[in-house]
C-alpha cells in the first residue's frame, strides 16, 4: 500500500493551471479534516446549490425532506451556476487555497467543472470519509 506522500494524483489535465489545481486539492484527500470535509458538502449545498445554510444543515443531521431538497437541485444544477459563493466558502475553510489569480480562472474558466472536480479530488470517490460528501454522492445517484 502506497504511503500518503506517494499517492499520485489520477487526473491528468490539458491546462497548467488547471493540473495544479488539482494536483493541490487531491492532496487535501490527506490533509484536510472530515470537519473541513463536511463545511465543503454543506457550503456545495448551501452556496452552489442555493438551498441556504439551513436546509444544508438538515441534510448534514440525516433530515429526509432536506434529503429530497438537495436531490432535486442536484439533478439539474445549471451549467452556468455562479460558483463565487461555493469558491469563497472554499477558501473560509481552507485559507489561501487559491491565489487571487486562480480565483478569477476557477469562477470565470472552470465555472461548476471545477466545482465537481474539487469535490472528487478532496474525497476518494466510494469512499468517502465524510458523512456529508457521501450522503451528497449517494444522494446525487438516488435523484440522476
Known amino acids: ?22 494536483d493541490r486539492w ?14 465543503v458538502g454543506i457550503a ?14 438538515r441534510f448534514a443531521q440525516g433530515g429526509h425532506g432536506a434529503y429530497h431538497e ?19 466558502e472554499m477558501q473560509n475553510i481552507f485559507p489561501n487555497l487559491h491565489t487571487e489569480g486562480e480565483m478569477r480562472f476557477l469562477v470565470g474558466l472552470c465555472g461548476i467543472e471545477g466545482v465537481f472536480h474539487f469535490l472528487w479530488q478532496i474525497e476518494e470517490p466510494l469512499k468517502e470519509e465524510s458523512p456529508v460528501l457521501r450522503a451528497l454522492s449517494i444522494n446525487a445517484h438516488v435523484y440522476k
Open 44 to 57: 456545495y449545498i448551501s452556496k452552489l446549490l442555493g438551498l441556504g445554510d439551513e436546509v444544508a444543515r
Open 70 to 88: 438537495v436531490g432535486m437541485k442536484q439533478a439539474a444544477v445549471p451549467h452556468d451556476s455562479d460558483v463565487t459563493a461555493f469558491w469563497q
Open 26 to 39: 487531491f492532496l487535501l484527500r490527506d490533509s484536510a479534516t472530515v470537519d473541513q470535509k463536511n463545511e
Open 1 to 22: 500500500m502506497d504511503a500518503p506522500s506517494a499517492k499520485k494524483n489520477p487526473a491528468e489535465l490539458g491546462d497548467p493551471i488547471a493540473q495544479t489545481l488539482s
